[in-house]
């Protein structure tokens, strides 16, 4: 495990966007004041003494000193490593921020049509109950996303 002393030797950091550059690189001097890692699922790795790291945990590191478990982009974009954008969480809240499935189809977190009672299902850690109108049914899942999830409240 890499420390902040040798993130800080190895890289700066672009407050504007977020990235790492490297100050020095001891197999490749050309990578010298280029962004350091690649990007993979949409994510930046960089390799860091034969180790892989996810960039936004030594973003983390950088300016933190330590790497916690886990790590929340707040606007849930992982490709915004700036560190205003990065937050220590648990897994359930870092899971709370995740945005709307891919498999969702009714176009709203936590709705979805219930073919048995013909009407909109609403679901958010728990069943919330069964709505005439998919507004009725979005409405009580934000509310009680608002309510128990607080700053990883994510519609």
């Known amino acids: 495990m890499t420390n902040q002393d040798e993130v800080l030797k190895r890289f700066s950091y672009d407050e504007t966007t977020g990235d790492l550059i490297w100050k020095t690189h001891r197999q490749r001097p050309d990578l010298i004041d280029t962004v350091a890692g690649s990007t993979h699922d949409g994510r930046k790795q960089i390799y ?24 929340d982009h707040i606007d849930g974009d992982p490709t915004n490593n700036r560190i205003e954008n990065l937050r220590e969480c648990t897994k359930s809240e870092n899971l709370r921020n995740r945005g709307k499935p891919k498999n969702n189809t009714s176009g709203v977190k936590g709705v979805s049509w219930s073919k048995a009672a013909g009407k909109w299902e609403a679901r958010c850690d728990k069943y919330l109950g069964i709505y005439d109108t998919i507004e009725e049914a979005a409405k009580v899942v934000q509310e009680y996303r608002e309510r128990n999830h607080g700053e990883f409240a994510h519609h």
């Open 48 to 71: 860091l003494n034969c180790k892989k790291y996810w960039a936004y945990r030594l973003v983390w590191l950088f300016h933190h000193g330590y790497i916690p478990d886990m790590i």
